[in-house]
């Protein structure tokens, strides 16, 4: 199983005009051999102006068939949809954990991608990992994934909120647990670059 977390930067202010135009291709149901959307999102803080969509697929083969029938279905909106783009980017991820859903719909969500110091991608996860018991009781990580190929050093998790006030309570509370305290102390070395975007989920979502 693999991932892959697309980002359309649109420009300013023509994200929801995008979203309607490539709507269609969000909203079918995909049949076996063309992959699932997982999530479906626009930037609210952090990098603006973002669309970003969360794909799963059983290897590269199903993706390369979803892609293939992507631009068959958008042969009628591509040249309208790239003339609202400013660019895009792709990443292909590895699952370090199952995806949990959160337990309802009505959420923001907050997207932290981090890029780590050579080679300790391996350790960071596993630090990350056993610290989930302690993060656990204040809120639940809905996704942890590894990026592939030449970008193995970047890791992404992504984080449910009811909203921004929880966000900040929740955050303060894991940061007074001694568990947690310790898995920032310990994690801290390992990073080189940190980024987080606050998300909100399109109504095409199936994380809403």
């Known amino acids: 199983m693999i991932y892959e977390l697309t980002v359309d930067t649109v420009k300013s202010m023509r994200a929801p005009e995008y979203l309607e135009l490539?709507?269609?291709?969000?909203?079918?149901?995909?049949?076996?051999?063309?992959?699932?959307?997982?999530g479906s999102w626009v930037s609210d803080i952090g990098q603006l102006n973002e669309v970003i969509h969360l794909w799963r697929f059983?290897?590269?083969?199903?993706?390369h068939r979803f892609y293939a029938?992507?631009?068959q279905r958008r042969a009628g909106i591509e040249e309208?949809?790239?003339?609202?783009?400013?660019?895009?980017t792709s990443t292909?991820?590895?699952?370090?954990?199952?995806?949990?859903?959160?337990?309802?719909?009505?959420?923001?969500?907050?997207l932290r991608h981090y890029?780590?110091?050579?080679?300790?991608?391996?350790q960071w996860a596993k630090l990350f990992l056993d610290a989930m018991p302690a993060r656990k009781q204040y809120s639940t990580v809905v996704g942890l994934w590894a990026a592939e190929g030449d970008r193995g050093n970047e890791v992404y998790h992504l984080?449910?909120?009811?909203?921004?006030?929880?966000?900040?309570?929740?955050?303060?509370a894991a940061?007074?647990?001694?568990?947690?305290q310790a898995f920032v102390i310990a994690d801290t070395p390992l990073l080189d670059e940190m980024e987080n975007t606050i998300l909100l989920p399109t109504r095409y979502s199936p994380l809403a």
């Open 175 to 180: 940061l007074r647990n001694t568990a947690w």
């Open 115 to 122: 890029w780590l110091m050579s080679g300790t991608t391996p």
């Open 69 to 71: 029938d992507l631009s």
């Open 58 to 63: 059983r290897d590269l083969n199903e993706r």
């Open 80 to 88: 309208k949809a790239r003339a609202l783009e400013k660019r895009r």
């Open 159 to 172: 984080w449910a909120y009811k909203d921004l006030k929880e966000r900040a309570e929740v955050r303060a």
């Open 92 to 110: 292909i991820l590895r699952a370090l954990m199952d995806v949990t859903p959160p337990p309802s719909s009505g959420y923001v969500y907050e």
């Open 22 to 38: 490539i709507a269609g291709t969000l909203t079918e149901t995909w049949t076996d051999g063309h992959g699932q959307l997982v």
